[in-house]
């Protein structure tokens, strides 16, 4: 019995050590953004609303934004955790934005005009996390 004991005290040690590499492994960014949201309805974007730019289909339910093309660029790429202002959970980056806005984002909200027509248009803070490049892989 002391064996599988003193396995599982190993296999905790490790798990813990890599989580708080992650941490070390991440510049932490912010930025202030215009907040929209988007139903995944033909009038809103094209005859195949769930399917995002990246190919990535939607379904109502799930935490997802469209971020413009500039915040692309400042490494909010697809399928980037991040948090929004004003929300508890995480969302995730799956879809792109025409290219004519600039610091934006549209979030998610399935099939409910309604909701999105609440929230309509705010400015809120973003926080997503840039992973360091270590020396040896550049």
Request: positive net charge; glycine residues 6%; hydrophobic residues 35%.
């Amino acid at each position: 019995m002391k064996p599988s004991y003193i396995v599982i005290l190993s296999l905790l040690i490790i798990l813990f050590s890599c989580n708080a590499r992650v941490e070390e492994d991440c510049n932490k960014k912010h930025i202030k953004v215009t907040a929209t949201a988007y139903n995944s309805l033909a009038y809103q974007t094209n005859s195949n609303p769930t399917i995002t730019a990246f190919g990535d289909s939607l379904k109502p339910g799930l935490r997802y934004i469209a971020v413009s093309r500039d915040l692309i660029d400042s490494g909010l790429v697809h399928n980037t955790q991040v948090k929004i202002q004003g929300f508890d959970s995480l969302y995730t980056v799956k879809d792109k934005m025409n290219r004519r806005w600039r610091k934006r984002i549209d979030i998610y909200m399935g099939n409910d005009v309604k909701k999105a027509k609440t929230w309509g248009k705010r400015k809120v803070k973003i926080q997503y996390c840039l992973p360091v490049k270590d020396s040896i892989s550049g």
